[in-house]
Protein backbone atom coordinates (compact mmCIF):
# COMPACT_ATOMS: atom_id res chain seq x y z
CA UNK A 1 0.00 0.00 0.00
CA UNK A 2 1.16 3.84 -0.49
CA UNK A 3 2.14 5.66 2.61
CA UNK A 4 1.61 9.31 2.01
CA UNK A 5 2.65 11.66 5.05
CA UNK A 6 1.00 14.97 5.29
CA UNK A 7 2.28 17.70 7.65
CA UNK A 8 0.44 20.49 9.77
CA UNK A 9 1.84 23.48 10.63
CA UNK A 10 0.79 25.54 14.01
CA UNK A 11 -1.33 28.20 11.79
CA UNK A 12 -3.19 25.14 9.79
CA UNK A 13 -4.12 23.63 13.26
CA UNK A 14 -4.12 26.88 15.35
CA UNK A 15 -8.08 26.83 15.87
CA UNK A 16 -10.84 24.27 16.59
CA UNK A 17 -11.97 24.98 13.56
CA UNK A 18 -9.10 24.93 11.76
CA UNK A 19 -8.51 21.15 13.20
CA UNK A 20 -12.00 20.20 11.66
CA UNK A 21 -10.53 21.18 8.63
CA UNK A 22 -7.56 19.59 8.53
CA UNK A 23 -9.32 16.34 9.70
CA UNK A 24 -11.15 16.50 6.56
CA UNK A 25 -8.23 16.95 4.26
CA UNK A 26 -6.52 13.68 5.83
CA UNK A 27 -9.52 12.00 5.26
CA UNK A 28 -9.63 12.47 1.66
CA UNK A 29 -6.33 10.76 1.54
CA UNK A 30 -7.58 8.03 3.19
CA UNK A 31 -10.65 8.06 0.96
CA UNK A 32 -8.47 7.46 -2.37
CA UNK A 33 -7.16 4.46 -0.76
CA UNK A 34 -3.40 5.49 1.21
CA UNK A 35 -2.40 4.36 4.12
CA UNK A 36 -2.06 8.13 5.72
CA UNK A 37 0.62 9.41 8.57
CA UNK A 38 0.17 12.65 9.85
CA UNK A 39 2.52 15.04 11.54
CA UNK A 40 2.02 17.60 13.01
CA UNK A 41 2.95 21.10 14.77
CA UNK A 42 1.62 22.95 17.80
CA UNK A 43 -1.28 25.23 17.63
CA UNK A 44 0.12 28.52 16.91
CA UNK A 45 1.51 30.47 19.33
CA UNK A 46 1.59 27.68 22.03
CA UNK A 47 5.45 26.68 21.67
CA UNK A 48 6.41 31.06 21.78
CA UNK A 49 4.37 31.19 24.82
CA UNK A 50 6.22 28.23 26.62
CA UNK A 51 9.47 29.17 25.81
CA UNK A 52 8.48 32.64 27.85
CA UNK A 53 7.30 30.89 30.37
CA UNK A 54 10.87 29.17 30.83
CA UNK A 55 12.17 32.83 30.64
CA UNK A 56 10.59 33.35 33.34
CA UNK A 57 11.30 30.65 35.50
CA UNK A 58 15.01 31.25 35.37
CA UNK A 59 17.74 32.96 32.89
CA UNK A 60 19.38 30.07 31.96
CA UNK A 61 16.59 27.43 32.10
CA UNK A 62 18.11 24.14 32.32
CA UNK A 63 18.35 22.46 28.94
CA UNK A 64 17.61 19.19 29.25
CA UNK A 65 14.03 20.37 30.68
CA UNK A 66 13.59 23.33 27.87
CA UNK A 67 12.89 20.21 25.66
CA UNK A 68 10.66 18.86 27.55
CA UNK A 69 8.79 21.84 28.47
CA UNK A 70 8.18 23.71 24.73
CA UNK A 71 7.40 19.82 23.09
CA UNK A 72 4.31 19.72 25.09
CA UNK A 73 2.49 21.77 22.57
CA UNK A 74 2.10 19.29 19.91
CA UNK A 75 0.79 16.91 22.18
CA UNK A 76 -2.36 18.80 22.42
CA UNK A 77 -2.44 19.40 18.68
CA UNK A 78 -1.94 15.91 17.89
CA UNK A 79 -4.74 14.52 20.29
CA UNK A 80 -7.52 16.76 18.93
CA UNK A 81 -6.43 15.77 15.39
CA UNK A 82 -7.14 12.29 16.32
CA UNK A 83 -10.28 12.90 18.30
CA UNK A 84 -11.71 14.69 15.04
CA UNK A 85 -10.98 12.37 13.45
CA UNK A 86 -12.16 9.81 15.45
CA UNK A 87 -15.31 11.37 15.42
CA UNK A 88 -16.04 11.64 11.61
CA UNK A 89 -15.51 7.96 11.55
CA UNK A 90 -11.99 7.35 11.13
CA UNK A 91 -9.82 5.28 13.27
CA UNK A 92 -6.92 7.32 14.45
CA UNK A 93 -4.83 7.90 17.60
CA UNK A 94 -1.99 10.26 18.75
CA UNK A 95 2.12 9.22 19.11
CA UNK A 96 4.40 11.19 20.91
CA UNK A 97 8.24 11.05 19.85
CA UNK A 98 8.88 8.96 23.03
CA UNK A 99 5.94 6.61 22.25
CA UNK A 100 7.36 5.34 18.99
CA UNK A 101 10.32 5.69 19.48
CA UNK A 102 11.97 8.31 17.56
CA UNK A 103 15.68 8.53 18.10
CA UNK A 104 18.20 11.97 18.62
CA UNK A 105 21.26 12.85 19.45
CA UNK A 106 21.18 14.53 22.83
CA UNK A 107 22.08 18.25 22.09
CA UNK A 108 18.63 19.87 23.80
CA UNK A 109 16.43 22.55 21.83
CA UNK A 110 18.38 21.46 17.97
CA UNK A 111 18.68 17.98 18.37
CA UNK A 112 19.15 15.65 15.01
CA UNK A 113 17.63 12.37 14.45
CA UNK A 114 19.52 9.04 14.64
CA UNK A 115 16.91 6.35 13.99
CA UNK A 116 13.09 6.21 14.03
CA UNK A 117 11.66 2.37 14.64
CA UNK A 118 9.01 2.23 12.21
CA UNK A 119 7.12 -0.89 13.77
CA UNK A 120 4.40 0.12 16.00
CA UNK A 121 3.74 2.85 12.86
CA UNK A 122 3.23 0.41 10.63
CA UNK A 123 1.51 -1.93 12.67
CA UNK A 124 -1.24 0.70 13.36
CA UNK A 125 -1.17 1.39 9.09
CA UNK A 126 -2.17 -2.19 8.55
CA UNK A 127 -5.23 -2.23 11.20
CA UNK A 128 -6.49 0.75 9.02
CA UNK A 129 -5.62 3.55 11.53
CA UNK A 130 -4.45 6.86 10.74
CA UNK A 131 -1.22 7.90 13.14
CA UNK A 132 -1.19 11.65 14.24
CA UNK A 133 2.67 11.77 15.25
CA UNK A 134 4.12 14.77 17.33
CA UNK A 135 6.12 16.75 15.29
CA UNK A 136 9.76 18.63 16.23
CA UNK A 137 10.70 15.98 19.18
CA UNK A 138 12.33 13.03 19.85
CA UNK A 139 14.35 11.50 22.72
CA UNK A 140 17.76 10.79 23.23
CA UNK A 141 19.66 7.15 24.52
CA UNK A 142 18.62 8.55 27.96
CA UNK A 143 15.20 8.48 27.47
CA UNK A 144 15.34 12.43 27.85
CA UNK A 145 12.83 14.36 25.45
CA UNK A 146 14.83 16.42 23.04
CA UNK A 147 13.46 18.85 20.00
CA UNK A 148 14.69 19.72 16.58
CA UNK A 149 15.17 23.60 16.36
CA UNK A 150 12.39 25.71 16.01
CA UNK A 151 10.05 24.49 12.95
CA UNK A 152 11.36 20.90 13.55
CA UNK A 153 8.03 19.59 12.71
CA UNK A 154 8.72 19.48 9.06
CA UNK A 155 12.14 17.65 9.67
CA UNK A 156 10.54 15.32 11.43
CA UNK A 157 8.18 14.57 8.26
CA UNK A 158 10.55 14.27 5.89
CA UNK A 159 12.51 11.73 8.46
CA UNK A 160 9.40 9.66 8.88
CA UNK A 161 9.03 10.23 5.34
CA UNK A 162 12.13 8.85 4.19
CA UNK A 163 11.66 5.81 7.36
CA UNK A 164 8.06 5.02 5.97
CA UNK A 165 9.43 5.01 2.29
CA UNK A 166 6.30 6.96 1.27
CA UNK A 167 5.93 8.27 -1.82
CA UNK A 168 4.26 11.86 -0.77
CA UNK A 169 5.60 13.86 1.87
CA UNK A 170 2.86 17.46 1.49
CA UNK A 171 3.86 20.02 3.99
CA UNK A 172 0.47 22.39 4.67
CA UNK A 173 1.14 25.53 5.94
CA UNK A 174 -0.53 29.06 5.76
CA UNK A 175 1.17 30.04 1.89
CA UNK A 176 0.58 28.68 -1.33
CA UNK A 177 3.45 27.16 -1.35
CA UNK A 178 6.85 28.65 -1.21
CA UNK A 179 7.06 32.37 -2.91
CA UNK A 180 9.83 34.65 -4.39
CA UNK A 181 9.94 36.23 -1.01
CA UNK A 182 8.30 36.24 1.99
CA UNK A 183 5.07 37.54 1.10
CA UNK A 184 4.15 38.90 4.61
CA UNK A 185 7.40 41.16 3.42
CA UNK A 186 6.40 42.37 -0.23
CA UNK A 187 3.03 41.94 -1.19
CA UNK A 188 3.84 41.09 -5.25
CA UNK A 189 5.82 38.01 -4.11
CA UNK A 190 4.94 35.03 -6.65
CA UNK A 191 4.84 31.45 -5.72
CA UNK A 192 7.12 29.01 -7.07
CA UNK A 193 6.06 26.37 -9.17
CA UNK A 194 9.58 23.84 -8.46
CA UNK A 195 12.60 24.32 -6.82
CA UNK A 196 15.68 23.17 -6.61
CA UNK A 197 16.88 21.52 -3.07
CA UNK A 198 19.95 23.46 -2.99
CA UNK A 199 18.24 26.50 -3.68
CA UNK A 200 15.71 25.61 -1.02
CA UNK A 201 18.34 25.01 1.07
CA UNK A 202 19.78 28.42 0.58
CA UNK A 203 16.51 30.28 1.02
CA UNK A 204 15.62 28.36 4.14
CA UNK A 205 19.08 29.10 5.72
CA UNK A 206 18.88 32.47 5.00
CA UNK A 207 15.81 33.54 6.40
CA UNK A 208 12.92 31.82 4.23
CA UNK A 209 11.21 29.96 7.65
CA UNK A 210 8.71 28.36 5.19
CA UNK A 211 10.47 25.23 5.19
CA UNK A 212 13.24 24.31 7.92
CA UNK A 213 16.49 23.79 6.70
CA UNK A 214 17.50 20.58 8.38
CA UNK A 215 14.28 18.90 6.94
CA UNK A 216 15.52 20.33 3.18
CA UNK A 217 18.90 19.19 4.01
CA UNK A 218 17.37 15.47 4.33
CA UNK A 219 15.22 15.47 1.27
CA UNK A 220 17.92 16.40 -0.35
CA UNK A 221 20.10 13.57 1.01
CA UNK A 222 17.70 11.09 0.23
CA UNK A 223 15.83 12.87 -2.72
CA UNK A 224 12.91 12.61 -1.06
CA UNK A 225 10.33 15.02 -3.38
CA UNK A 226 8.33 17.34 -1.39
CA UNK A 227 5.07 19.49 -1.77
CA UNK A 228 4.20 22.77 -0.19
CA UNK A 229 0.92 24.10 -0.20
CA UNK A 230 -1.44 25.91 1.38
CA UNK A 231 -3.96 23.81 4.03
CA UNK A 232 -6.39 26.89 3.49
CA UNK A 233 -7.26 26.82 -0.15
CA UNK A 234 -6.65 24.40 -2.89
CA UNK A 235 -4.15 24.38 -4.71
CA UNK A 236 -1.15 22.87 -6.37
CA UNK A 237 1.52 24.21 -4.20
CA UNK A 238 5.20 24.24 -4.74
CA UNK A 239 7.37 20.98 -5.55
CA UNK A 240 10.70 20.53 -4.11
CA UNK A 241 12.86 18.61 -6.15
CA UNK A 242 16.18 17.90 -7.75
CA UNK A 243 18.12 20.05 -9.65
CA UNK A 244 17.12 17.36 -13.30
CA UNK A 245 13.67 17.91 -12.87
CA UNK A 246 13.67 21.68 -13.30
CA UNK A 247 13.70 22.47 -17.02
CA UNK A 248 13.55 26.26 -16.97
CA UNK A 249 15.67 28.27 -14.62
CA UNK A 250 15.56 31.86 -14.11
CA UNK A 251 18.50 33.71 -13.00
CA UNK A 252 16.99 34.53 -9.90
CA UNK A 253 15.07 31.88 -7.94
CA UNK A 254 13.78 33.66 -4.65
CA UNK A 255 14.97 36.60 -2.39
CA UNK A 256 15.08 35.71 1.62
CA UNK A 257 16.07 38.17 4.15
CA UNK A 258 16.98 37.61 7.89
CA UNK A 259 15.29 39.68 10.76
CA UNK A 260 17.85 38.39 13.54
CA UNK A 261 21.19 39.95 12.41
CA UNK A 262 23.84 41.74 15.03
CA UNK A 263 26.85 43.20 13.12
CA UNK A 264 30.04 43.68 15.57
CA UNK A 265 33.22 45.72 14.24
CA UNK A 266 36.25 45.89 15.99
CA UNK A 267 38.05 49.00 15.15
CA UNK A 268 42.28 49.51 14.94
CA UNK A 269 42.72 45.72 15.85
CA UNK A 270 46.59 45.21 15.51
CA UNK A 271 47.25 43.64 12.54
CA UNK A 272 49.58 40.72 13.33
CA UNK A 273 49.30 36.90 12.30
CA UNK A 274 47.22 34.84 13.86
CA UNK A 275 44.83 37.85 15.12
CA UNK A 276 41.57 36.86 13.45
CA UNK A 277 41.90 33.55 14.61
CA UNK A 278 42.46 35.09 18.43
CA UNK A 279 39.04 36.66 17.93
CA UNK A 280 36.83 34.43 16.51
CA UNK A 281 38.37 31.43 18.88
CA UNK A 282 36.22 32.37 22.44
CA UNK A 283 33.10 32.18 19.77
CA UNK A 284 33.53 29.23 18.16
CA UNK A 285 34.42 27.82 21.82
CA UNK A 286 31.03 28.92 23.09
CA UNK A 287 29.44 27.89 19.76
CA UNK A 288 28.52 31.32 18.51
CA UNK A 289 28.29 30.49 14.81
CA UNK A 290 29.82 33.71 13.04
CA UNK A 291 28.40 34.61 9.50
CA UNK A 292 29.86 37.13 7.10
CA UNK A 293 33.27 38.65 8.17
CA UNK A 294 34.84 41.64 6.36
CA UNK A 295 38.69 43.15 7.37
CA UNK A 296 40.08 45.92 6.01
CA UNK A 297 43.42 46.96 6.16
CA UNK A 298 44.09 50.44 7.89
CA UNK A 299 46.32 53.48 6.33
CA UNK A 300 49.18 53.20 8.11
CA UNK A 301 49.30 48.85 7.65
CA UNK A 302 49.27 48.23 10.97
CA UNK A 303 45.70 48.17 12.27
CA UNK A 304 43.35 46.73 10.75
CA UNK A 305 39.32 47.12 11.39
CA UNK A 306 37.86 43.54 11.88
CA UNK A 307 33.43 43.15 10.94
CA UNK A 308 31.76 40.05 11.51
CA UNK A 309 27.63 38.97 12.27
CA UNK A 310 26.20 36.64 14.42
CA UNK A 311 22.61 35.88 15.20
CA UNK A 312 21.29 38.60 17.83
CA UNK A 313 19.99 35.99 20.16
CA UNK A 314 24.25 35.79 21.18
CA UNK A 315 24.82 39.47 20.88
CA UNK A 316 25.38 39.41 24.68
CA UNK A 317 27.77 36.65 25.09
CA UNK A 318 29.97 37.90 21.56
CA UNK A 319 29.81 41.12 23.85
CA UNK A 320 31.43 39.44 27.31
CA UNK A 321 33.53 37.46 25.01
CA UNK A 322 35.09 40.53 23.72
CA UNK A 323 35.48 42.13 26.59
CA UNK A 324 37.47 39.56 28.49
CA UNK A 325 39.54 38.47 25.34
CA UNK A 326 43.05 38.77 26.67
CA UNK A 327 44.40 38.16 23.28
CA UNK A 328 43.43 40.91 21.05
CA UNK A 329 44.07 44.66 21.46
CA UNK A 330 41.91 47.16 19.34
CA UNK A 331 41.08 50.94 19.95
CA UNK A 332 37.14 50.56 20.07
CA UNK A 333 34.21 47.66 19.64
CA UNK A 334 31.15 48.80 17.82
CA UNK A 335 27.82 47.04 18.15
CA UNK A 336 24.97 47.31 15.67
CA UNK A 337 21.62 45.24 15.81
CA UNK A 338 19.74 47.21 13.53
CA UNK A 339 20.78 45.43 10.60
CA UNK A 340 19.54 42.60 8.08
CA UNK A 341 20.57 40.27 5.69
CA UNK A 342 19.42 39.93 2.46
CA UNK A 343 20.05 37.58 -0.34
CA UNK A 344 19.35 36.66 -4.11
CA UNK A 345 19.78 32.81 -4.70
CA UNK A 346 19.69 31.17 -8.14
CA UNK A 347 21.06 28.44 -10.06
CA UNK A 348 20.57 30.22 -12.70
CA UNK A 349 23.52 32.99 -11.81
CA UNK A 350 26.27 29.85 -12.06
CA UNK A 351 25.58 30.62 -16.06
CA UNK A 352 25.00 34.04 -16.20
CA UNK A 353 27.67 36.96 -15.66
CA UNK A 354 27.02 39.93 -14.18
CA UNK A 355 24.83 39.14 -11.51
CA UNK A 356 26.38 40.60 -8.59
CA UNK A 357 26.87 44.04 -10.53
CA UNK A 358 23.42 43.87 -11.04
CA UNK A 359 22.35 43.52 -7.18
CA UNK A 360 25.02 45.99 -6.15
CA UNK A 361 23.46 49.00 -8.86
CA UNK A 362 20.01 48.19 -8.43
CA UNK A 363 20.91 48.65 -4.31
CA UNK A 364 22.68 51.77 -5.21
CA UNK A 365 20.18 53.90 -7.70
CA UNK A 366 17.79 53.61 -4.11
CA UNK A 367 20.35 54.80 -1.96
CA UNK A 368 21.24 51.06 0.21
CA UNK A 369 24.05 51.20 1.44
CA UNK A 370 26.06 47.61 1.65
CA UNK A 371 27.70 46.78 4.62
CA UNK A 372 29.38 43.68 4.14
CA UNK A 373 28.86 40.65 1.20
CA UNK A 374 29.16 37.02 1.21
CA UNK A 375 28.64 35.18 -1.62
CA UNK A 376 28.21 31.12 -2.72
CA UNK A 377 28.03 29.38 -6.54
CA UNK A 378 23.98 29.98 -5.95
CA UNK A 379 23.53 33.11 -3.54
CA UNK A 380 25.00 36.45 -2.75
CA UNK A 381 24.33 37.84 0.15
CA UNK A 382 24.53 41.77 1.53
CA UNK A 383 24.15 43.32 5.26
CA UNK A 384 22.17 46.86 4.98
CA UNK A 385 20.22 48.50 7.61
CA UNK A 386 17.35 46.56 8.83
CA UNK A 387 14.92 49.81 7.49
CA UNK A 388 15.80 49.34 3.97
CA UNK A 389 14.81 45.75 4.03
CA UNK A 390 11.50 46.73 2.68
CA UNK A 391 12.89 48.61 -0.29
CA UNK A 392 15.58 46.31 -0.89
CA UNK A 393 13.27 43.40 -1.31
CA UNK A 394 11.06 45.13 -3.99
CA UNK A 395 13.76 46.79 -5.97
CA UNK A 396 15.52 43.48 -6.19
CA UNK A 397 12.15 41.35 -6.99
CA UNK A 398 11.68 43.92 -9.95
CA UNK A 399 15.53 43.94 -10.78
CA UNK A 400 15.23 40.07 -11.18
CA UNK A 401 11.86 40.00 -12.99
CA UNK A 402 10.05 37.92 -10.49
CA UNK A 403 6.73 40.42 -9.90
P1 LIG B 1 4.04 26.51 9.56
O1 LIG B 1 3.49 26.89 10.89
O2 LIG B 1 3.02 26.00 8.61
O3 LIG B 1 5.24 25.62 9.66
P2 LIG B 1 5.76 28.81 9.16
O4 LIG B 1 5.27 30.03 9.86
O5 LIG B 1 6.86 28.04 9.78
O6 LIG B 1 4.50 27.88 8.89
O7 LIG B 1 6.18 29.16 7.66
C1 LIG B 1 5.25 29.82 6.82
C2 LIG B 1 5.60 31.30 6.76
O8 LIG B 1 6.88 31.45 6.17
C3 LIG B 1 4.71 32.12 5.88
O9 LIG B 1 3.56 32.57 6.58
C4 LIG B 1 5.60 33.27 5.41
O10 LIG B 1 5.37 34.47 6.10
C5 LIG B 1 7.00 32.79 5.75
N1 LIG B 1 7.90 32.84 4.59
C6 LIG B 1 9.14 33.37 4.58
N2 LIG B 1 9.70 33.27 3.37
C7 LIG B 1 8.81 32.65 2.58
C8 LIG B 1 8.82 32.25 1.22
N3 LIG B 1 9.88 32.47 0.42
N4 LIG B 1 7.73 31.63 0.73
C9 LIG B 1 6.65 31.41 1.52
N5 LIG B 1 6.58 31.76 2.82
C10 LIG B 1 7.64 32.38 3.35
N1 LIG C 1 6.01 23.98 17.28
C1 LIG C 1 7.39 24.06 16.91
C2 LIG C 1 7.80 25.51 16.70
O1 LIG C 1 6.99 26.41 16.85
C3 LIG C 1 7.72 23.22 15.71
C4 LIG C 1 7.13 23.64 14.39
O2 LIG C 1 6.34 24.59 14.30
O3 LIG C 1 7.44 23.00 13.40
O4 LIG C 1 8.93 25.77 16.42
MG1 LIG D 1 7.24 26.00 10.08
Redesign the pocket.
Known sequence: MKIVVL??????V?TIDRIKKVANIISTYKKKGYQVVVVS?AM?GYTNDLIKKSEKVAENFKKSEYDTLVSAGEQISCSLIAGRLSHIGHFSKSMMGWQIPIYTDDNYSNAKIKSVNTSKIKEYLKQGGIPIIAGFQGIDKNERITTLG??G??YSAIVLAKYLKAIKCV???????????????YKR?R??KVISYEEMLE?SSL??????SNSVQDARLNRIDVS?KS?FVKNVG?LITKRKNIIDHKVIT????TKSDSKITLVGVVDRPGVAASVFEPLSVNNINVDMVVQNISADGHKTDITFTINSKDLNKTQKLIKYNKRIKFKKVIFDQNVSKISIIGVGMITTPGVTFRMFQALSKKNINILAISTSEIKISVLINRKNIRKAVATLHKEFKLD
Open positions: KFGGTSGSSRGSDIYTDVIGVMTTDPKVAKIMGSKVMQVSTGISV
